[in-house]
């Protein structure tokens, strides 16, 4: 039985619309706005998103013991998934298609119809965060994390039926330790794809999120104000991973260590504190962007590329200060009322009143 934790679903909320600032072209909107140094590393908020899923699942689907119960789970997770990811995919892969052939004045000449295809077909059989149908990105971007997560959950799955609970924790930390040492090895002359190793960052993150559900808090009531020293400090390594770190090797212990063990204590702390974090993560507002969070996520690609560049590139409006800002707040505005639409008639209508 699902039991949820209202604080992680304010996360995810926040931490979506992150990503979405994150992901609006930067030919739209002001240097000193798209430059932000949070804004400009918001992808690395989706590691966020990999621990979060691991707590989770490790919290409701820690007793499956059987073949059975596995296929459940996973019935459960791909229901939850992949209705609204075959849905945005297929609505973005007919836009390419079309925008392609009927407007390619105002398109990259250099994708191809058959380019297109392959990667509809890598993003619909989950296998665009892997090198299995080739290193592309796939039909609608974000949908790579989509992938890597079902990959883990498979994982997760079958690690709990084979290993035992005794040797589980030691024998779990193998594949954590194995990732983190590939991704440091094929991040040497750069940052890593994650249309070729989403899948491997994922793992790591979601194994990272199991032990961090191990750790039960004891009688001693943790203090709060440690929750908010980590969140300063994560804004702290942000800046000067963006602003002032040149050393790769640093970006890299920065990107695949440091970062997500903070994100790991942020994580804890919100759960078993109530401090200031804790406290905005709870209001209302939050709390709704939480619940519409996947379809933000996974609906917000396509917008962004339509609208901004419709205005400006075919209504050829002047880039100017306010109308730039102003068709970036249209966007986030159309964003979040289309995705309490696909909430509705897509996340709820195949998952949370079929499977629950």
Not at 51 to 71: C, D, L, P, R, W
Not at 120 to 135: E, I, K, M, V, W
């Amino acid at each position: 039985m699902n039991s949820r934790i209202k604080s992680l679903d304010g996360l995810r909320g926040i931490l979506c619309i992150l990503v979405v600032f994150h992901h609006y072209d930067a030919k739209y909107i002001p240097p000193y706005f798209f430059e932000n140094f949070i804004i400009r590393q918001a992808d690395l908020l989706v590691d966020f998103f990999f621990i979060i899923s691991g707590f989770v699942i490790s919290y409701n689907y820690k007793h499956i013991a059987t073949i059975e119960e596995a296929k459940l789970f996973l019935k459960k997770r791909f229901f939850r998934l992949y209705p609204l990811l075959l849905y945005t995919t297929t609505l973005y892969f007919i836009f390419e298609i079309v925008s392609r052939n009927a407007f390619s004045s105002f398109i990259n000449k250099e994708i191809n119809n058959t380019t297109i295809i392959k990667s509809y077909l890598d993003t619909l059989f989950l296998n665009n965060s892997t090198p299995l149908l080739g290193s592309s990105w796939g039909i609608n971007r974000p949908t790579w994390s989509i992938s890597a997560e079902f990959y883990s959950y498979v994982f997760f799955s079958i690690a709990l039926i084979w290993i035992t609970p005794k040797f589980r924790n030691i024998i779990m930390g193998l594949p954590l330790i194995a990732a983190a040492i590939i991704l440091f090895y094929v991040s040497r002359n750069g940052k890593v794809s994650n249309a070729e190793y989403g899948y491997l960052r994922c793992l790591y993150l979601f194994i990272g999120g199991f032990f961090i559900e191990k750790i039960k808090v004891n009688k001693y009531q943790l203090p709060s104000w440690l929750g908010n020293l980590i969140f300063f400090s994560i804004i702290i390594i942000l800046y000067f991973n963006k602003n002032i770190i040149e050393n790769q090797m640093f970006h890299n212990s920065v990107e695949i260590v440091c970062i997500p063990f903070l994100f790991s204590l942020l994580l804890y702390f919100t759960i078993h504190t109530n401090g200031l974090l804790t406290k905005i993560l709870n209001t209302k507002p939050i709390q709704w962007l939480g619940k519409y969070s996947f379809s933000i996520y996974l609906n917000h690609a396509l917008i962004l590329l339509v609208l901004p560049k419709f205005i400006f590139q075919v209504l050829k409006l002047e880039k100017l200060t306010y109308l730039e800002f102003g068709i970036f707040a249209l966007c986030i505005l159309l964003i979040l009322l289309y995705s309490r639409i696909t909430f509705k008639f897509i996340e709820e209508k195949f998952y949370l009143k079929r499977i629950q």
